[in-house]
């Protein structure tokens, strides 16, 4: 390493793509070092994705239990422990930041504890001393947006959810992205009457309109009251309970309110001001496709860039920049075809293109669609319907966007999304055999498309 500089690489935030980037570039030999102030592992280990799929396991127990009858189990009187699933969960969380640590100090990252921010285009500042660094990551993240309203104090965000004191035994959840769906079916499925306000006419914008409305069906025969073209006005506390003033003039009672309304960069006192690095339209930090930013020698990646807000994205990004920085590479991701999955009840997981979108990508499209009962939930009348959907553009025969809606749809999805990033055709799928008796296999025996 050159004289002049104390790290090759110095990275603030040791969420997942800025470990990932830290200990791959460590691999190629450079003096790395990473900053992280809160949690190792970010928000997906921490807030997120990972605490959140075990909310959601454990959510999913309450329609097994419905369920066990038809097969012929009386289960006794059972009850749900809030403070068991959460200490557990927070224990396993626990142990994962340990594994962080471990992960870093193996390959030789040096890892400060602290508040790390920019005071100059080569410098860090972090408890107390100035580092100089030959290149800097900013992979510091993202935090919950809360609008602000009379009342808007009273909320809480997808940060606090995952430790609360009690679990109330109503809430209410306003938003219609990713958290929203998943924490609205979360709650209802760990017996919280739940209620999901969407400003908009149906949730989950940008999605395939048809998942759109099926899924909307499927979480209120779940039992969530879900609710659109509606929003908050103000909210007065009395006592533990929320008073919720409607836009329709209604009012609302509950015991929670969460908010998933998205969120925003984490650029508070990283000391933007000392440098000259150039934001986008909506407040991100504007980088090219090697993630550098309008300073060279100045990086960013992962949430605070507002890309895919995907841990797998900002991953690939650690990666592919640690490569370019210290392997010779000259790598570019490639962000066509990233599957993605929303944990609500029933899941819904996806690769490709919605039916909108190749409408009007490729004009000409057959679309195959299929919705069945679940052999799981025959015998009893429990559990909705599992929903499948391939997208095909008539000219090349190629698969180009690819839904499902039902139990374990992110793990059907991950198999599919391969053949669909290879250009596999629906001839392809027809040629493959499936595997019976399973949702899956639907996805090779349409034959006959629904509309073109
Ligand atoms: P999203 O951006 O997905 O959704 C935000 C929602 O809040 C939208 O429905 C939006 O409505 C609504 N909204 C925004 N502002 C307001 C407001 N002022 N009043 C009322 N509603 C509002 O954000 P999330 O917070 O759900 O998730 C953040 C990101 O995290 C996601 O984009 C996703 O990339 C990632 N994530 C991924 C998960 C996964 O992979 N399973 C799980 C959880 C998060 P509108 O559509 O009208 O703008």
């Known amino acids: 390493m050159n004289e002049q500089y104390d790290y090759d690489l110095f990275v603030i935030g040791a969420g997942s793509g800025g470990v990932r980037a830290a200990r791959m570039s460590a691999g190629y030999g450079a003096k790395v070092a990473i900053a992280e102030e809160r949690y190792l592992g970010g928000t997906c280990v921490n807030v997120g994705c990972v605490p959140k799929k075990l909310f959601s396991y454990a959510a999913h127990v309450s329609a097994d239990l419905n369920n066990a009858a038809s097969f012929g189990w ?30 870093l100090e193996n390959a030789g990252v040096e890892l400060f504890n602290g508040h790390a921010e920019l005071t100059g285009n080569n410098t860090v500042a972090i408890n107390g001393r ?8 900013l992979a510091v993240g993202g935090w919950p947006s809360i609008p602000e309203f009379p009342g808007s104090e009273h909320v809480i965000s997808s940060n606090e959810i995952f430790y609360l004191d009690t679990l109330p035994a109503t809430a209410v959840v306003v938003g219609g992205g990713y ?11 760990l017996g919280v009457g739940t209620t999901q306000l969407y400003r908009g006419p149906l949730f989950l914008r ?16 779940s039992g969530v009251d879900l609710r659109f073209e509606i929003n908050v006005d103000r909210i007065d506390k009395q006592g533990d309970t929320y008073r919720l003033q409607l836009t329709n003039g209604e009012v609302l009672e509950t015991g929670l309110v969460l908010y998933a309304t998205g969120r925003n960069p984490l650029l508070e006192g990283l000391g933007m001001d000392t440098v000259d690095i150039a934001l986008d339209d909506k407040g991100y930090i504007a980088v090219d496709d090697n993630y550098q930013t309008s300073t060279p020698g100045i990086y960013a990646l992962g949430d605070v860039t507002g890309g895919i807000e995907l841990t797998p994205v900002a991953l690939a990004e650690g990666m592919t920049l640690a490569a370019n920085l210290f392997n010779g590479e000259q790598r570019r991701l490639n962000y066509e075809h990233i599957p993605t999955a929303i944990f609500s009840h029933p899941n819904v997981a996806t690769v490709g293109l919605s039916e909108e979108q190749a409408r009007e990508r490729y004009g000409q499209i057959s679309v195959f669609t299929s919705r069945f009962r679940h052999l799981k939930h025959t015998l009893g009348d429990h559990g909705g319907k599992v929903f ?35 250009g596999a055709s629906k001839a392809d799928f027809d040629a493959t055999i499936g595997i019976h008796p399973s949702v899956a296999e639907e996805f090779v025996t349409m034959r006959t498309a629904t509309r073109n």
């Open 179 to 189: 958290i929203a769906c998943e924490f609205a079916s979360i709650l209802n499925g």
């Open 388 to 422: 499948l959907k391939l997208l095909v553009d008539a000219a090349t025969d190629r698969v180009v966007g690819a839904h499902i809606i039902g139990d374990d749809a992110a793990e059907v999805m991950q198999g599919i999304a391969i053949a669909v990033k290879m």
């Open 74 to 103: 009386t289960t006794a009187s059972t009850a749900f422990d809030w403070p068991t699933l959460r200490d557990n969960k927070t224990r396993e969380i626990e142990r994962l930041n340990g594994i962080y640590g471990s992960l």
């Open 206 to 221: 940008g999605f395939d309109n048809e998942v759109r409305e099926i899924l909307a069906e499927e979480m209120r025969t």
């Open 130 to 137: 100035e580092y100089r660094c030959k290149n800097i990551l």
